[in-house]
């Protein structure tokens, strides 16, 4: 008697692949509008708009989240800095600053909409650092100080997320800490983990936040250290962290598997400005960008684990997908 040997191999692929109706019904989970965060680029109505990136005014934002949640995109990720600037950070946490002007936009015009906030100093010193010094040294504890303060201002104006982006620990431990002590304990946080990489000049130009040095970010991590990066989200979480954001989006991919098994917590990958301009390029002839590629990419992103995936492109995509 001879034993039947069982393949787990489909022995005819064509019959799942060959018919539209088969295909369609297999295709698995889909990519939708709801899967994308939009970032919105602040600058006052006086400053210039040529810029690398796509920004907005204060003014446009409530036309802007509408249209955003006509389309079914349910969150912003917002990002505004200070005109003026000084060595104390001062405009980080100024009552009347482009910040909570934009999420007090954001939220009267679409009550309904997440709005995500970025805390952090670059675009408040007058060195373009994260961080705040003292004799000429990174003063740790008064970073995170202040940025507690940043976010306890942006949770006030009405914030539902704010993310802690300066990479050093303890930073988020602190913002949970002065959330919870000024009653918005129902505003979650969401720090910023960030390889170092060449992908984020259109924003570091657009926002004017480079530093001075020209060096790279102190405390960001080296795209060769993956287990760092995975310790640094897990230490994260340990200091009361609700989601995590990890940056560059495409290069983070490695780490968005690992953590999806380490940690239940959210994990959103910020498609950051290179990805933009390099994924879904401007054609010159017609002044069109074609998003495919970008989408392919938040496609991968998605079954891998993303909870959610933060873009410049959400607008552009969600017309691309309801189309």
């Given amino acids: 008697m001879t034993t039947t040997q069982h393949s787990t191999a489909i022995t005819d692929p064509a019959r799942l692949h060959g018919r539209a109706a088969v295909r369609s019904f297999l295709e698995g989970p889909s990519l939708t509008a709801a899967d994308l965060s939009m970032v919105l680029l602040v600058r006052e109505d006086s400053e210039d708009a040529d810029r690398p990136m796509p920004t907005v005014t204060v003014a446009e934002i409530p036309q802007t989240v509408r249209d955003l949640a006509s389309l079914g995109v349910r969150s912003v990720k917002v990002f505004a800095n200070s005109p003026h600037r000084d060595a104390e950070a001062s405009g980080a946490v100024a009552p009347d600053s482009l910040m909570v002007r934009a999420i007090h936009a954001a939220k009267d015009a679409e009550p309904g909409i997440a709005v995500m906030t970025e805390n952090c100093l670059c675009g408040h010193t007058d ?22 303060a940043q976010a306890v201002i942006q949770a006030e104006a009405g914030a539902d997320i704010v993310g802690p982006a300066a990479m050093a620990r303890s930073t988020t431990s602190c913002v949970r800490q002065a959330l919870d002590e000024n009653g918005h304990r129902d505003v979650a946080t969401m720090p910023h983990l960030i390889f170092d990489s060449a992908l984020y000049e259109g924003y570091r130009a657009t926002m004017r936040a480079t530093p001075a040095s020209g060096a790279h970010r102190p405390f960001q991590i080296s795209p060769r250290q993956p287990e760092t990066a995975v310790d640094t989200g897990l230490a994260f979480v340990g200091e009361g962290a609700d989601i995590l954001l990890l940056e560059p989006g495409m290069l983070s991919v490695d780490v968005l598997t690992t953590l999806k098994q380490k940690t239940a917590a959210p994990l959103m990958p910020f498609s950051v400005s290179g990805e933009y301009t390099r994924l879904a390029p401007l054609d010159p002839g017609t002044g069109r960008r074609d998003f495919r590629p970008l989408l392919e990419l938040f496609m991968m992103l998605k079954r891998s684990g993303a909870e959610r995936i933060i873009t410049y492109a959400a607008a552009d995509l969600a017309r691309l997908l309801a189309g």
């Fill in 127 to 148: 060195t373009g650092e994260c961080h705040l010094a003292s004799a000429g040294r990174i003063d740790l504890d008064r970073t995170a100080a202040m940025i507690a």
